[in-house]
Structure formats: C-alpha cells, structure tokens
C-alpha cells in the first residue's frame, strides 16, 4: 500500500532538489512546446486570414503577361458571373522628387479596381483606399516621403509619368511585412500604368491575377479549370487556401531550425533531469537504507519513489506548458518583422496533449537510471560506507541506446524530415560525444595537478569532491554555450565578409532591366566604366531526360532548381571565377554538339550540387516556351563569397543573343556620383532599376542581426539547464561544502579564504565550460564558413574572451548565489551536529 | 597569576530547544597555564564540550569573556579569531574532522600552508614520521583506520607548534589499544611542543595523568 504522507515527506525534505527536478522539466518543454504553440497559431491565423492574406480567392502568379488561353477562360467566367477579376503588377522602380532631386528604388504595386478583394489596405487618413487612389495619384509609404523628403499632395516621377501623393500606406493585406523589401512601397492605379512606360521586354514584373469567385464553393473547381489551361511552370495557379509565399516558406524554415535548437534544449534539460533527481534520490538513500534493512522490498521502495518522480514531472510539465505559453505571448514582439501575419495567439490543444506525452515520455527516459541505483542500493547504505549503482554497462548501454532512439524518433517527427533529423541526432551524439570525452580527459588532467596556490589547490579537490556533479555540468554547459558562441561567430564573420569589409574595388551600383537599345544612352550617363552582363530568363527543365520535379524542388530548403534562372553569355571567366572541370567554358566539341542539336553550357559548381550535374549532362531549358539543349562542358567555381554578381549557367553569345534579354550592370562610383546617376536615370532611362549595395548591405545585416538574436535567444535556455545542474550539485555537496567550510575555519582560515576556495571552483568549471565551448565553437564556425559559405574566417579572439568572460561571471554569480548559505554557517553548531 | 595563557570569567552558555531554554554552563570561571596539561571531566552532557567550544573561541558565550594571551577574544568576530585559531590554537576531536578531499599529508600542511609556512610540506612530513603513517602520506581519510585518522588529526593540531591544544574526548571513537596509542602520542608531542593541553574527557584513567583537573557537573564547576 502506498503511503503518501512518506512521500510528500520526502520531497519536502528535499525540497530544494524537488524544486531544481521541476524546473528541469519545465524547461525541457519550453522551447518545443512554445514553438509548436506559436506557430500552430501563425498557422491558424494565416488560414483564418488566408483570403486576406492573397487579397483573393484564386491567384495566379507570373513572370510574364498572361497566356491567351488563359485570359480567354478569365473573361469567360467574368462574362458568366462567376467571378471578377484584378490584376496586379508589382516591380522596382526608381522614383524620384524632382524638386529636390532625389531618388530612391521603389516597390510599386500596380493595381486594377476591386483590388483587394478581401481585407484593407489601411491609409494614415482613415479614408477608403478606392476612393483615394485614382489615376495621377499614388499612395506611398512613410518611408518613401523620408527618404524623398516629400509629404502628401507633392508630386513624385515615376517613370515617364508625373503622379501627385494622395495618402500613406499604412498596411495592405497581402503584405503584411516589408522586412525583405528593398524599396519602399507606391500603389499606383492601373490607368496610369502606360503612362509610367515602365514595363518593358524582359522587364523584371510580377503579375498577379486576383479572382474572386462569388460562390465559394467553385473556388477549387474554377482553379483546376484554369490550372488545366495554365502555361506550366511559368503560370502558377493557387487558390487562397494553398497559395504559397516566400515570406511564408522562408517563417516555416526559420522554425524548423528553431525546433532543432528546441530539441537540443530538450536533450540538455533532460541531463538536468537526470542529475537533479540523482541528487534528489541521494538525499534519500539512508533513508532508503533504513527501509531495506527493516525489510521493505524493493518493489515498495520503487513504487513509492516512482510516484514521486510522477507528482514531480506532472508539476513540471504543468508549469513548463504554463510558462510556454506565457513565452509565446512575448514571440510576437520577438518576430516582429520576420511574421507572415498578424497573430492571434490560441490555445493549440494538440500542443499541449504533445508537450503532456513529451513531459512524460523525458520525466521516465531519464528517471530511469536513477531508479536503477534505489534499486541496487543495499541497507549497508545506513552506514554511509556503500552507494547504489547504475547496475552493469549493458542496462547503462540500453538506457543511451534508447534515449538516442527516443531522440532521432522525436527529431525526425518534430522536423518531418528523416535525412536532416538523422544528420542532426548524428550532430548532436558528435558534439555531446566530443564534449563528454574532451572534458573527461581535462578533469583526468586536472585531478593530477597539484597546484602551489592553497586556495586553488583547494578549489581544484573540490572539483571532485563526491557527488560534485562537475562532469554533468561542464558538459551541458559547454555543450550551449558553444552552440551559442558558434551561431555569434557565424554571424560576425558573415557580417565581417560581406558588410564591414566589403571590398572598395566591388561595384556599389547595380542597375536593373536595361534595355539593349538603351546601353549607349545608360553608358553616357554613367560616365564611368561599367560591366555588363545580358540576362535570359529562363527555367530548367530537365536534367539527362529526368524533368524536374517542380514539387520536390519547392521542398528545398535552400535554392531549388524550380525557379527561373538567368542565363548570361560570355566567352571569359569573371575575375572571382575559376575553371575546376574542363579546359575552357564551352569545351573544343562545339561543331559536334552543333550537328545534333545541342549547345555547350558552362555551370557554376553550387548549382551543380543541387541537382547533381556532372560535365557531359544534357540540360533542357525553357526560354519563353522554347526547348534549348544544352550539354554541360565545364564547371566554373567562385574563388571568393563577396556581393557581387554570378552567374549559374554561361552560354556562348551566339546561342542566346536572340532571345528576349535585358541587360544588368554593375558599377562602381562615389555616393555623390550615384546620387546624380539614379536622378538622371530616372529621368531619361526610368525603366532602369538602381540597387544601391550599401543600403541592401544594410538590409542584409538587419536581418542577420535579427535572426540571430531570435536564435541565441532559443539557446539562451539551454544555458539554463546548465546553470539548474550547477545549484543542484550545489545543493547535493551541501553537507560536504559546509564541512569544509567549517573546518577550513576551524584550522584558521578566514571567510575570505572559504569564499575564495568557492569562487575558484566555480571560476574553473566556468574556463573549462568557456574555454571548451569556445574551442567547439571555433571548429564549427570554421568548418561552416569555409566549406557552407566559402568565406575566410576570422576568429574573433578578443570577442571570444569577452563571452568566456561573460561565462565566468554567470558561473561565479550562480554558484556564490547558492553557496551564501554555505558560508555564513558557524562552525561550532555544524561540529556539534556531526559529533 | 603568572604564566597565564587561558582565562575565562563568568562563563554562561544555554541552548533553546523548542520553547525550552537549556542552561549549558552556568557561570563558569577558571584559567589554564602555559604547558599545563587540564582535564575537563564530566558525564556525558555535563558540557564539556560546550565549555571547551567556547574556551577555543568555537562558540560565543551569552555571557561573561574569554581571555587569550590576556586579549579579550569573545567579542572576535569569525574573521578576527581565524589567525588566532591558526596559529595559537590546535584542535584533536573525536570524530577526527579530516578533509576529506585531502590527503593525510595534505591534511596536516593545511594549518601550515594557512601560515604561509615555507617548510609545512617538511614539517607534516616529519610529523608524519613521528607518528608512524609516513608511508600512508598519500591517503586519503576514507582510506584510514580510525587510529591513522587520529594520528594525522593529532599531527595536524601541532603543525603550527600552537600554544594551546583542546582535545575533545580525542580517544571516544578508537577501541582501546588504538586510544592508548593515541594517549601516548599526543603526550608524547606536547612535550617536544612544549604546548599547553586543555582536554574534555569522562576517562578517569586520562584524568590521572593531567596536571589538574576541572571537573563539570550540571554546568558548573565542581568545586
């Protein structure tokens, strides 16, 4: 029979222990279950809204002007009344105060009537946006006005047309963020598109053709009808309910990387787990002692201490899911920018069922070889002379066998990717595998030294005073921070690369959709030497007769060969590339390739990883609708990661000089200069879009700042697990601490010198945790930015020592916090007591 | 008096247990001399211990004072009394109180080591040879018998060659061969120390070696 009142004594007894095993569960589900609740709300929102989202119930999306026999079907129905139609013309363009003569690149959204049809484009005056933007006017963002230090009824110069500044954008519905955007803003009316005389061959555009259907149970039917007759790939057809978007996609990859950092949370606390209640059940082993030489069986024993762990991993997993969704309700703020809508938080009861199997599923996965020492623990223990054990190395091999198991199932099921949850797990057991033994052979080492300094020497013992749980804890902590250190270094060194050290001798300019016709008049205005580099727009179709998988493809996480490509012709190498397969770009076959109706192509090595191109496969394209083959006769390589532009696929001029282009260039020349060019350009070549590279650079590093604080804020919790094992051991050394405290006292010692003995404790664990951590952190940010993003790297050595410092702190600041107890405690009362 | 190393005047300690207040010692003066060997007899809870706690600067009595070498040490604070414990005082108890992350060699080069002695190592080396365990220098406590603990706790006491050494029933836990030994011993080195003993002890054999005996009942002297 179970006595309950025994169980909450002992849990009261140990109560700080209790407290650490609880919170050790709560953080093990806070990140996942935190996630998984916000973005099940992210999603719920996004279908909730989705009509808002599309501003439609059918889209159909392109590069292009709509296929005749698609437009045709478009008109069909609205003649029959089954639905309307808008279309809606998006592209950059610079705009400019000719007042002022400034001129700034701008993201205008063309738009016919009815536009939107579902939500609200909001304007700072609270007016109704169809009654406001009529022909001759636009409606810009804020950020517009600043930056052309304009305000509303000024007018603005749009290509060929002179439009006058009706009101300000506040929000539109099918773009909730303008956080990837490079230019701000402008809806201008579809009457004045002509007038604009923007749009041009090879023009950069995105049509968007809106359908509402007026019975909402047609929107699939009428879909299917049109995505039948829809020019494939190059006219998407969606419907609101599965319309994709890339800010969409880009949220969903951001969380799947988030939910890895999740998971290895989840692994450090379950350390947490384990040594808490190691520590906790330790507390209990005289008493457990007593209970076994008065004849308790084990099976009493157990079922008492398993109703403990119960009570204690449901109060855990009660309060980690209470605390979870108190996080998620700051994620919005912590998202801010990077949402694909505007949230709603919900109670995702799925979740919480999931975050309630996980609690359990971790509680029993690591109460399980703690169990195992109650279980061998024998009644000798009264004497304080014998401990339990883990049982032999087979159970101990069993229990990491199935955690590893429990692991890569949970990984592969949170992450619905096998391949990535495999690598990961593999990850994971590498750097946890690579921690344990590097900190094993450092304690091996320090255990020997014998340091001269009394206090040090002192504080090296207490490192493997019994019970101390140093192993666990250097190895979870170094284990987070280097995740930590790993993801600033990355950051920093991307950031070093490509923003602070951009190259002088780069271009700083490029400029968009010239026109061939127009390259004499662009190069007069330009003054200065300039690259240029044609563009054909294109899409792969197949690869050695296989078709591309368009499906497969978009499921990519990184680029995919679904999408257009540019193709580009030239005879020479740039200056940032080299040849690493084949003697020169096209190969001395050309006759030969010639006579079966083939051309040679040049590919660039990261393509060829995506879709494993070897030298000697044959490549379909599609120009426009017309088939090109291509056979591939070298592969070309970048010799340094810089902004600068690249090229996948290289074509002799003679293949491509036909076909529908336009012309990209890149330019280097002083603000000032530029500042003149844009104007004029706007002016005279208004078609010709101007990115200037140091304002994206500063996008770019928005974004990577933003996304790293969002990660290192994740991983910040796992650093938690790391410091709740560091009070715990604490709390189990409590009696050992104290008797040193008191005899260092006795035999004369001050409190500065027991507080000093502490403080180096601490001070080690912290250089080792920091050190190793940093060490770990160097080796992965080196491997990941000389083979991912091909970049020199820089270790950062003054940075470094500034987050080992930072470490050491904490570390210090916890492990004093926890021993201030220990330290005031008069000797004479602890002597008494242990008489 | 002359030659006085330890003083006490008016000494009175009580506990409370719950809500019940118990007098300890009760108004206890009395004085030790250099190289004086004392015995603090008693039963068990007469308060031997307690007086010896307070004696050693271990306790702060409620009231009256504790003189040491004529200073005044009772309203020390911890931090104050740590180079007095140091370097004037050696403690033997009867559980021992090694550390038990140091070894036997270790252990008796702590007080020294405290001292900033340049020969502790030596010292605790030869201390070690005095009492026999040289060769177990490199123990550790959980490695020793009871005697060798002691041993290395009695060598540890006279490392700093203090004026003064409180023993605390030093042979309670040691089976009687191994307490003889120990008696021995720590008369042994007190004499080449030249220090002063204070022990509390309810041995009527270890009392009628000491030069004087105190003898506790209830709290008080027995006079």
Same mark, same amino acid.
């Given at each position: $029979? ?43 929102? $996004? ?12 889209? /159909? ?12 079907? /478009? ?29 700034? @690149? ?25 009654? #406001?933007?009529?022909?001759? &006017? ?20 749009? !290509? ?40 041009? $061959? ?158 359990? %599923? ?76 590097? &900190? ?76 061939? &016709? ?17 563009? /054909? ?5 197949? /690869? ?74 044959? @490549? ?41 282009? &336009? ?5 280097? $020349? ?65 009696? %050992? ?14 409190? !500065? ?50 987050? #080992? ?8 600041? #916890? ?7 220990? @330290? ?12 | ?51 010896? +706690? ?27 009394? =740590? ?92 089976? +009687? =061969? ?21 022990? =509390? ?21 027995? +006079?």
């Amino acid at each position: $029979m179970l006595n309950f009142r025994f169980i909450f004594r002992q849990i009261r007894s140990s109560h700080k222990q209790a407290l650490i095993f609880v919170f050790c569960v709560a953080l093990s589900l806070l990140t996942l279950v935190s996630l998984g609740g916000f973005s099940s709300s992210v999603r719920s929102s $996004m279908l909730k809204d989705a009509r808002q989202l599309h501003a439609a119930d059918i889209i /159909i999306h392109s590069h292009y002007p709509l296929s005749p026999v698609l437009t045709t079907a /478009i008109k069909d129905y609205e003649k029959q009344g089954l639905a309307t139609s808008a279309v809606v013309h998006e592209f950059y363009s610079m705009t400019s105060n000719t007042a002022l003569e400034k001129s700034v @690149l701008s993201h205008l959204k063309v738009i016919e009537k009815g536009y939107p049809f579902y939500g609200k484009v909001e304007l700072a005056s609270g007016r109704d946006f169809s009654e #406001v933007l009529k022909e001759g &006017t636009i409606v810009v963002e804020q950020s517009a006005l600043d930056r052309l230090g304009a305000e509303p009824g000024d007018s603005l110069q749009i !290509g060929s047309a002179e439009l006058i500044i009706a009101d300000t954008v506040i929000a539109e519905p099918d773009r909730p963020v303008s956080f990837f955007s490079f230019g701000p803003r402008i809806f201008v009316a579809a009457a004045d598109l002509e007038r604009l005389d923007l749009i041009r $061959m090879g023009s950069r555009i995105h049509y968007n053709y809106l359908l509402k259907v007026n019975d909402p149970a047609m929107v699939d039917r009428l879909a299917d009808e049109l995505a039948s007759v829809a020019v494939a790939p190059q006219e998407r057809v969606n419907t609101f309910e599965n319309a994709e978007s890339g800010v969409k996609r880009f949220f969903e990859n951001f969380l799947f990387f988030l939910n890895l950092i999740g998971i290895f949370t989840l692994l450090l606390a379950g350390i947490g787990i384990q040594t808490a209640l190691g520590a906790l059940l330790r507390d209990s082993e005289y008493t457990i002692g007593i209970m076994k030489a008065v004849g308790a069986t084990n099976r009493f024993i157990c079922s008492h201490f398993i109703l403990m762990i119960m009570l204690l991993g449901t109060f855990g997993t009660l309060l980690g899911l209470s605390l979870s969704f108190l996080l998620q309700l700051y994620l919005p703020a912590l998202f801010g920018g990077i949402l694909p809508a505007s949230v709603d938080l919900v109670i995702a009861w799925d979740t919480v069922f999931e975050g309630l199997l996980l609690g359990t %599923a971790v509680v029993g996965l690591f109460s399980f070889m703690p169990l195992r020492r109650v279980r061998n623990l024998k009644p000798a223990a009264i004497f304080r002379k014998e401990r339990g054990t883990a049982g032999g190395r087979l159970a101990q091999y069993f229990t990491i066998g199935v955690i590893t198991c429990f692991f890569t199932g949970l990984t592969i099921w949170q992450l619905e990717d096998i391949a990535t949850g495999i690598y990961f797990v593999l990850g994971l057991v590498g750097l946890l595998g690579l921690n344990t033994l590097i &900190t094993q052979a450092l304690l091996r080492i320090i255990r020997k030294k014998r340091p001269r300094t009394l206090a040090l020497r002192q504080a090296f013992r207490g490192l493997f005073r019994p019970k101390n749980a140093t192993r666990a804890i250097i190895i979870t902590l170094s284990a987070s921070l280097s995740v930590i250190f790993s993801i600033y270094l990355i950051e920093q060194n991307l950031q070093a690369t490509f923003i602070q050290s951009y190259p002088p001798d780069l271009p700083n300019a490029y400029f968009l959709d010239i026109q061939p &016709t127009q390259r004499q008049k662009f190069s007069t205005i330009l003054g200065t030497e300039a690259q240029f580099y044609p563009i /054909i727009r294109a899409r792969l179709a197949s /690869i050695n007769g296989r078709a591309i998988d368009r499906e497969i493809e978009r499921q990519r996480r990184r680029d995919n060969l679904s999408r257009e490509f540019n193709l580009t012709y030239r005879d020479f190498l740039l200056d940032d590339e080299q040849l690493i397969v084949g003697d020169s770009l096209f190969g001395n076959r050309i006759e030969e390739l010639r006579q079966r109706g083939e051309v040679p192509v040049s590919v660039l090595d990261t393509v060829a990883e995506i879709g494993d191109i070897r030298v000697g496969n044959l @490549l379909v394209f599609s120009v426009q609708s017309i088939p090109l083959k291509a056979r591939v006769t070298s592969m070309r390589t970048r010799t340094e990661s810089q902004v600068r532009p690249y090229f996948y696929f290289v074509f002799q001029e003679e293949t491509l000089k036909a076909a529908p282009q &336009t012309i990209f260039s890149a330019a280097k $020349m002083e603000r000032a200069k530029l500042a003149e060019v844009q104007n004029r350009l706007a002016k005279e070549l208004p078609n010709i879009s101007v990115i200037d590279i140091a304002k994206t650079i500063e996008i770019l590093a928005r974004i990577m700042h933003k996304l790293s604080t969002i990660v290192q804020f994740f991983t910040s919790f796992s650093i938690i697990a790391g410091l709740l094992i560091i009070i715990s051991s604490i709390f189990a050394t409590r009696l %050992a601490r104290i008797r040193e405290a008191v005899y260092y006292k006795i035999l004369g010692a001050s409190s !500065g010198f027991v507080l000093q003995v502490f403080t180096l404790e601490n001070f080690l664990i912290a250089m080792v945790c920091g050190l190793l951590a940093g060490l770990i952190a160097q080796a992965g940010s080196w491997i990941v930015c000389s083979r991912v993003f091909d970049i020199s790297y820089h270790p950062l050595p003054g940075r470094m020592a500034i987050m #080992v410092g930072i470490t050491v702190l904490l570390v210090i600041g #916890v492990g004093i916090g926890a021993s201030l107890s220990i @330290l005031q405690q008069k000797p004479a009362g602890f002597l008494r007591d242990e008489e | 008096m002359a030659d006085k190393v330890l003083e006490a005047v008016e000494l009175s300690k009580s506990y409370r247990v719950d809500d019940r207040r118990i007098t300890v010692l009760d108004n206890i003066s009395m004085a030790v001399e250099k190289g004086e060997f004392l015995v603090i007899e008693g039963k068990s809870g007469s308060g031997k211990s307690t007086l010896l +706690s307070l004696l050693s600067g271990l306790y702060k009595p409620d009231s009256g004072r504790i003189l040491l070498n004529d200073r005044d040490i009772t309203g020390l604070s911890e931090d104050q009394l =740590a180079p007095f414990r140091n370097r004037t005082i050696g403690y033997v108890f009867q559980s021992f109180h090694l550390i038990p992350s140091l070894t036997a060699l270790e252990n008796i080069m702590f007080p020294a080591e405290l001292n900033h002695d340049p020969a502790a190592t030596a010292k605790a080396a030869e201390l070690l040879r005095r009492v026999d365990l040289h060769q177990r220098d490199d123990n550790f406590p959980h490695q020793l018998s009871g005697g060798e603990k002691q041993r290395v706790a009695l060598c540890r006491a006279l490392v700093n060659s203090p004026q003064i050494v409180f023993a605390d029933e030093p042979t309670g836990n040691l089976d +009687s =061969a191994n307490g003889e030994t120990i008696l021995q011993l720590l008369m042994k080195l007190r004499r080449e120390v030249a220090t002063t003993l204070v022990m =509390a002890t309810h041995s009527r054999e270890i009392s009628s070696t000491a030069d004087r005996i105190l003898r506790l009942v209830d709290g008080r002297i027995d +006079s």
